[in-house]
């Protein structure tokens, strides 16, 4: 038989705000409720608000999400004029969120309604079209007093009455912990997956849930119980598998086991039989980590890799006085096949500043290790003999500066510095010293550049 290899022509699927016509210009709008006044169409909304509420509120910001104001300023029904959501709470009842809903004719914020929320606070709000008529739903999180883990979901429609004015409609409430937009069926049209703790049983349950929307109508179309283990989720992301003529949206759920530890559950929705599977058996032993590393593409193939920790061999994170106060892990980036096998597909060792990886390259295995300052968190790699357990030269040095001007101590190597860019834009300097060794090792500024993730 003609076995041929796994192609894998993929995507990741970005959990990102895909509707963009919503504006993020009140984002210090919160601190400026008192004087001094705004000017201008956002004085004009903090008025209409004002006059509508009354001044004795206090403004309650989203803690997460693509929103963090408490003034939330969309086009909610596509009509193509804003409209405004502003979450605060009265000073005499701090215990309920409401949610003050602005429209704007002829130019002009007024108060269409005011609606009471569902918690404390706001976790997070979202706007996303989840039925696929291009007119986003509106995801409001709602964090609930005394419960760390459980939020509420609220899916709110906004559309015109038939007087023209603006109406917002509750379509569902949820409780969950984290939620995710996942095209579970790739059909082009995202589905919703939440995770929800249920603690009301004797046995504690948590559940991953998948919803999908026709028209109005939100409903549940698969759930599946998650290893107990997990109290809370540190992250969620997707992505699509193709190969062997076998195409799947996966769900990786990072848990937090406690407080450190992370495992990850694999999920897929099965279209035949219409359910959520688990794609990695056992999970929260097979992929349990004593470290708070998320699930992320790490060779830029398209595919997430599950992070596993290991021990890197001679490693040492020493103290000012240059002892040894502890070893460093290696991280083993596993990527997951048809099967359920994992097999490693990258090794780094994280920083401990938390800005970045290196990765360290299948040939250094057994003749390179690392050490690490405890103070500043230089990173230095070295020869290692492996047999004796002896550290030999060191070939390269990084250490990690916000900006050129700080400078970390270098003078003893011929430094130079690489500028690297996070994700979020995050611009890091990365000083870099090869010594000579390093040269003859082979070692060059431009490898090292590679070999550096930035977190
Ligand atoms: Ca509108
Ligand atoms: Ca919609
Ligand atoms: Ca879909
Ligand atoms: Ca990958």
């Given at each position: ?7 894998a ?15 993020l ?6 601190k ?20 509508a ?5 206090v403004?309650k ?14 086009d ?67 964090s ?21 004015s603006?109406?917002v ?13 996942v ?30 929307m ?23 992301n997707?992505?699509?598998f193709?190969?062997d ?64 920790l ?7 994170l ?5 002892l040894?106060v ?14 359920g ?34 103070v500043?968190?230089d ?65 060059t500024e ?10």
């Amino acid at each position: 038989m003609n076995r041929r290899a796994l192609s894998a022509v993929t995507a990741i699927v970005l959990i990102v705000l895909l509707f963009n016509g919503c504006s993020l210009r009140f984002a210090s709008m919160d601190k400026l409720m008192h004087p001094p006044k705004l000017t201008g169409d956002n004085y004009q909304l903090q008025e209409a608000f004002e006059k509508a509420v009354g001044s004795d509120v206090v403004l309650k910001t989203p803690v997460k999400g693509s929103y963090q104001s408490a003034f939330v300023v969309c086009d909610a029904d596509d009509d193509g004029g804003e409209e405004a959501f502003v979450f605060y709470v009265k000073e005499s009842d701090a215990s309920v969120v409401r949610m003050n809903v602005l429209d704007k004719v002829d130019g002009k914020w007024f108060s269409v309604t005011d609606m009471k929320g569902n918690g404390n606070g706001v976790y997070s709000v979202e706007f996303y079209d989840l039925n696929g008529d291009t007119v986003p739903e509106m995801l409001v999180g709602w964090s609930l007093y005394g419960s760390k883990v459980n939020r509420i979901l609220t899916i709110y429609e906004c559309a015109a009455w038939e007087d023209g004015s603006l109406g917002v409609e509750v379509l569902a409430n949820e409780y969950y912990n984290e939620m995710a937009f996942v095209d579970v069926d790739f059909d082009g049209s995202s589905e919703l997956f939440l995770v929800r703790f249920d603690d009301s049983g004797q046995i504690p349950q948590v559940f991953g849930s998948v919803y999908g929307m026709q028209k109005d109508l939100v409903s549940l179309i698969g759930e599946i119980k998650l290893d107990t283990n997990m109290s809370s989720v540190y992250s969620i992301n997707t992505d699509f598998f193709s190969g062997d003529g076998k195409s799947m949206t996966r769900i990786f759920i990072d848990g937090i086991r406690s407080d450190t530890m992370v495992f990850t559950e694999v999920l897929t929705f099965d279209t035949v039989s219409a359910s959520l599977m688990r794609l990695v058996e056992n999970a929260s032993q097979q992929t349990f980590r004593n470290m708070r590393v998320a699930s992320r593409d790490i060779d830029g193939d398209g595919l997430l890799e599950i992070p596993m920790l290991s021990e890197m061999p001679g490693s040492s994170l020493k103290n000012e006085s240059e002892l040894s106060v502890g070893s460093i892990s290696l991280v083993e980036w596993k990527s997951l096949g048809l099967s359920g096998r994992l097999s490693v597909r990258k090794r780094t060792v994280a920083n401990g500043s938390g800005l970045y990886m290196l990765e360290i390259p299948a040939k250094w295995l057994g003749s390179v290790t690392v050490s690490e300052s405890s103070v500043n968190h230089d990173m230095s790699v070295m020869q290692y003999d492996s047999k004796n357990a002896a550290e030999g030269d060191v070939l390269f040095v990084i250490s990690a500066v916000y900006d050129r001007t700080s400078s970390a101590e270098t003078s003893d190597f011929t430094g130079n510095s690489i500028s690297l860019s996070s994700e979020s834009g995050d611009k890091y300097v990365f000083e870099v010293a090869v010594t000579d060794s390093g040269k003859a090792f082979g070692i060059t500024e431009e490898q090292i550049r590679e070999l550096i993730k930035v977190n």
